[in-house]
């Protein structure tokens, strides 16, 4: 089971940290991803992390601004937001897959094999 927190109401140029901790399974073998869902818009790619946690990649939108790191001892992946903007506005969801080698992660949503339930984020501004 995958379970995020860490969403809630902040300004525009403020931060979070969301949090996704997996149990019942052996998290240090799962690439993590975060995906995000605007109201009326597709679930996107927004972060993804290797199972070392050496390797990480970003959607542009978010690059230099996100930062998306794990800690395999708490089963949990992080995904720190700052300079937040109103267009960062959305469900964001953390999903593993199982399938990944050590150093290797997907972007695909359809990739990832189980998904958690949504945090919220709203950006004012």
């Known amino acids: 089971q995958l379970q995020a927190s860490g969403g809630g109401l902040v300004q525009a140029g403020g931060s979070l940290r969301l949090s996704c901790t997996v149990s019942?399974?052996?998290?240090?073998?799962?690439?993590m991803g975060w995906f995000r869902q605007a109201p009326g818009k597709d679930r996107e790619f927004t972060a993804a992390i290797a199972r070392t946690g050496r390797y990480t990649n970003y959607a542009d939108s978010v690059k230099g601004r996100f930062t998306i790191s794990r800690e395999n001892s708490k089963a949990t992946v992080y995904l720190q937001m700052d300079s937040l903007k109103p267009e960062d506005t959305a469900l964001y969801y953390c999903?593993?897959?199982?399938?990944?080698?050590?150093?290797?992660?997907?972007?695909?949503?359809?990739?990832?094999?189980?998904w958690g339930s949504g945090t919220l984020v709203t950006v004012s501004s």
């Open positions: 999903a593993a897959d199982l399938k990944s080698s050590p150093v290797t992660f997907t972007t695909s949503a359809q990739d990832y094999d189980y």
């Open positions: 019942g399974g052996m998290f240090s073998k799962y690439a």
